[in-house]
């Protein structure tokens, strides 16, 4: 079958690469391009980091920790009225096998479509529409059984069938197939057991492989309907899932509208709303001052002056995750200077990133040594983030430009910053950092818009950037950004194109067993050899918040099938469908 992504030119495929920050990826800053957030604030939930207790009745780290909804006063639900909800930014689609899932689409796309699988508020994965996950003994495979009688928003069922054409279709689009295709073999990747169980074969051993169908490539269109996407593209602005919510209309960059599926599998009982509205509002600032107006109901963001707006706001509560993401900078470790580890080195050492921190987020965002905040049980405590030493930023510059001194100029090291705009808190950003630099590099700044900063830096065509990043709830979904296999092509998903073999069985070590504490050990393992790598340099752990008004009620309390709590701000990601709205 010829799909509509085989008949794709480069030009529609680097067209589309605009906007790939699928899955967890990054983008070139929050919202209007400013990067940093974290909890607090008299008025907020933060993200909260109790301890729990292990068997023996130590105390312990969490592995994840979702942000807890201030317990309400006992009130009485209401069914009806519209949710107002504002978006950073719109998706180029809604089609989960081939369009490219950020923040905005997963908001929209989790109202329309269940996953397979999703996290509870523990961040233990569970079944949704699957039934059950079975490892196939011996085998590197995983046998996926669907929950029979369920229904599209068509009136057809949903079947094994729909599960492989998404999965063909996915690993057939140039795009999508970046995050799919390194862990399946080229030839049976995927097998038909019966009518509602699907086999996945492994090139490696899996102990989480359901966590990866938490996310889009868990989202299941009707085969019919990705037939039809891929002869008609604009029917990727209407799609059809199975979810609580089904499309009504969009207008892409303006308004999406759904309204309650009658026909909801689970029934429409806990489904209180009539409808939800998605604005994207680019300026996400602008967004919290019209929910604190009570002219939208609920925004999320990570940019830290919408979120202290939210915070003193009257009428509005902010559920804020610092455990989701980190802002940082990246370099290219196969383009010069940076294919040169002095180099790398040098603008760690000499990158300010306390003044970063208090100038850009306004203390709303803790400072970052690695990808796992430290209350997390993954986090290495004796991995430290260098920076503000220029001290020993000097000889490495000085012995480097001795050896290359055509990357050099006046004794410095030429360098590129490139970062999105226009956008007045990025330029903030890039003056602090050549402020620190300047003294060692010639540094050329380089302002793109987002959607073409995000293709420079999938296709390798920058030195350094500001980027946002990792903060997975299952931290082996960060394994698709660090492994050798994604640092080769034309196209790339390890940002950095880091390869390094060791760290490869690290990652797959970890991906092979079960065993939480065998897991930690690891993950620390990687962070040392991250941090000595130099290709990042963490400055802090961003802060995705949920800011909504007095009339929305329940916002943590969506449930599963089994009265599972599903994890509550994912990376700024929400589910609605048992949200309510107060008129009182």
Same mark, same amino acid.
């Given at each position: 079958?010829?799909?509509?992504?085989?008949?794709?030119?480069?030009?529609?495929?680097?067209?589309?690469?605009?906007?790939?920050?699928?899955?967890?990826?990054?983008?070139?800053?929050?919202?209007?391009?400013?990067?940093?957030?974290?909890?607090g604030g008299s008025e907020s939930e933060s993200a909260a980091a109790a301890d729990v207790a292990d068997d023996e009745g130590e105390s312990v780290a969490p592995t994840i920790t979702a942000p807890v909804e201030e317990e309400a006063v006992v009130e009485e639900i209401q069914r009806g009225g519209i949710l107002r909800v504002a978006?950073?930014?719109?998706?180029?689609?809604?089609?989960?096998?081939?369009?490219?899932?950020?923040?905005?689409?997963?908001?929209?796309?989790?109202?329309? %479509?269940?996953?397979?699988?999703?996290?509870?508020?523990?961040?233990?994965? %569970?079944?949704?529409?699957? $039934?059950?996950?079975?490892?196939?003994?011996?085998?590197?495979?995983?046998?996926?059984?669907?929950?029979?009688?369920?229904?599209?928003?068509?009136?057809?069922?949903?079947?094994?069938?729909?599960?492989?054409?998404?999965?063909?279709?996915?690993?057939?689009?140039?795009?999508?197939?970046?995050?799919?295709?390194?862990?399946?073999?080229?030839?049976?990747?995927?097998?038909?057991?019966?009518?509602?169980?699907?086999?996945?074969?492994?090139?490696?051993?899996?102990?989480?492989?359901?966590?990866?169908?938490?996310?889009?490539?868990?989202?299941?269109?009707?085969?019919?309907?990705?037939?039809?996407?891929?002869?008609?593209?604009?029917?990727?602005?209407?799609?059809?899932?199975?979810?609580?919510?089904?499309?009504?209309?969009?207008?892409?960059?303006?308004?999406?509208?759904?309204?309650?599926?009658?026909?909801?599998?689970?029934?429409?009982?806990?489904?209180?709303?009539?409808?939800?509205?998605?604005?994207?509002?680019?300026?996400?600032?602008?967004?919290?001052?019209?929910?604190?107006?009570?002219?939208?109901?609920?925004?999320?963001?990570?940019?830290?002056?919408?979120?202290?707006?939210?915070?003193?706001?009257?009428?509005?509560?902010?559920?804020?995750?610092?455990?989701?993401?980190?802002?940082?900078?990246?370099?290219?470790?196969?383009?010069?200077?940076?294919?040169?580890?002095?180099?790398?080195?040098?603008?760690?050492?000499?990158?300010?990133?306390?003044?970063?921190?208090?100038?850009?987020?306004?203390?709303?965002?803790?400072?970052?040594?690695?990808?796992?905040?430290?209350?997390?049980?993954?986090?290495?405590?004796?991995?430290?983030?260098?920076?503000?030493?220029?001290?020993?930023?000097?000889?490495?510059?000085?012995?480097?430009?001795?050896?290359?001194? $055509?990357?050099?100029?006046?004794?410095?090291?030429?360098?590129?910053?490139?970062?999105?705009?226009?956008?007045?808190?990025?330029?903030?950003?890039?003056?602090?950092?050549?402020?620190?630099?300047?003294?060692?590099?010639?540094?050329?700044?380089?302002?793109?818009?987002?959607?073409?900063?995000?293709?420079?830096?999938?296709?390798?065509?920058?030195?350094?950037?500001?980027?946002?990043?990792?903060?997975?709830?299952?931290?082996?979904?960060?394994?698709?950004?660090?492994?050798?296999?994604?640092?080769?092509?034309?196209?790339?998903?390890?940002?950095?194109?880091?390869?390094?073999?060791?760290?490869?069985?690290?990652?797959?070590?970890?991906?092979?067993?079960?065993?939480?504490? $065998?897991?930690?050990?690891?993950?620390?393992?990687?962070?040392? $050899?991250?941090?000595?790598?130099?290709?990042?340099?963490?400055?802090?752990?961003?802060?995705?918040?949920?800011?909504?008004?007095?009339?929305?009620?329940?916002?943590?309390?969506?449930?599963?099938?089994?009265?599972?709590?599903?994890?509550?701000?994912?990376?700024?990601?929400?589910?609605?469908?048992?949200?309510?709205?107060?008129?009182?």
């Amino acid at each position: 079958m010829t799909s509509r992504s085989s008949r794709r030119t480069w030009a529609h495929l680097l067209a589309s690469l605009l906007t790939f920050t699928m899955v967890a990826a990054a983008c070139g800053g929050d919202d209007d391009g400013e990067i940093g957030t974290d909890a607090g604030g008299s008025e907020s939930e933060s993200a909260a980091a109790a301890d729990v207790a292990d068997d023996e009745g130590e105390s312990v780290a969490p592995t994840i920790t979702a942000p807890v909804e201030e317990e309400a006063v006992v009130e009485e639900i209401q069914r009806g009225g519209i949710l107002r909800v504002a978006m950073e930014a719109d998706g180029d689609g809604i089609n989960p096998v081939t369009n490219n899932f950020a923040n905005a689409a997963y908001l929209m796309g989790r109202s329309i %479509f269940d996953p397979l699988f999703a996290f509870d508020a523990d961040g233990n994965w %569970f079944p949704l529409l699957a $039934e059950s996950a079975t490892p196939v003994e011996g085998t590197n495979s995983w046998q996926i059984k669907l929950r029979e009688g369920i229904t599209y928003h068509d009136g057809s069922e949903m079947t094994a069938d729909d599960m492989i054409a998404a999965f063909e279709a996915q690993l057939a689009d140039p795009l999508i197939s970046l995050a799919v295709a390194p862990d399946y073999p080229a030839e049976n990747a995927i097998e038909k057991i019966d009518d509602y169980t699907v086999q996945y074969n492994l090139l490696r051993e899996s102990a989480h492989y359901p966590g990866t169908l938490t996310n889009q490539i868990g989202m299941i269109p009707p085969a019919s309907y990705i037939a039809a996407a891929a002869e008609d593209p604009t029917m990727d602005q209407m799609p059809i899932g199975q979810g609580p919510f089904k499309i009504v209309s969009r207008a892409q960059d303006d308004r999406t509208v759904v309204e309650r599926n009658e026909d909801y599998w689970q029934g429409t009982d806990n489904i209180h709303l009539d409808g939800i509205e998605f604005l994207p509002i680019t300026d996400t600032a602008i967004a919290a001052e019209r929910v604190a107006a009570g002219d939208i109901d609920l925004v999320v963001t990570s940019n830290s002056d919408a979120i202290l707006t939210l915070r003193e706001a009257e009428g509005v509560t902010t559920l804020e995750n610092i455990y989701s993401a980190e802002n940082d900078i990246m370099m290219n470790t196969r383009s010069a200077p940076f294919d040169d580890i002095r180099v790398r080195q040098a603008l760690t050492f000499a990158a300010d990133r306390e003044a970063y921190a208090a100038l850009i987020t306004q203390g709303t965002s803790p400072m970052a040594d690695s990808i796992f905040h430290p209350d997390l049980i993954w986090n290495n405590p004796d991995v430290v983030q260098e920076g503000n030493m220029p001290e020993m930023a000097g000889p490495l510059i000085e012995s480097y430009c001795a050896d290359v001194p $055509e990357n050099c100029t006046d004794g410095k090291v030429n360098i590129e910053l490139q970062y999105s705009g226009p956008s007045v808190s990025q330029t903030r950003i890039a003056d602090i950092l050549t402020a620190g630099w300047e003294p060692f590099f010639n540094v050329t700044e380089q302002e793109l818009l987002q959607d073409a900063h995000i293709l420079e830096v999938a296709t390798g065509q920058f030195q350094a950037v500001v980027w946002r990043q990792f903060g997975n709830v299952e931290p082996d979904l960060e394994v698709i950004w660090l492994e050798c296999a994604t640092a080769e092509g034309f196209i790339t998903l390890n940002w950095v194109r880091w390869c390094n073999p060791e760290r490869d069985a690290l990652l797959y070590a970890q991906r092979a067993t079960d065993d939480l504490d $065998e897991r930690v050990e690891i993950w620390r393992q990687i962070q040392v $050899e991250m941090n000595e790598s130099y290709a990042y340099i963490f400055i802090t752990h961003a802060n995705w918040t949920v800011g909504y008004t007095d009339r929305v009620k329940n916002v943590c309390g969506q449930m599963g099938p089994n009265g599972e709590t599903l994890f509550c701000n994912e990376q700024g990601r929400q589910f609605f469908h048992n949200v309510w709205l107060s008129e009182s």
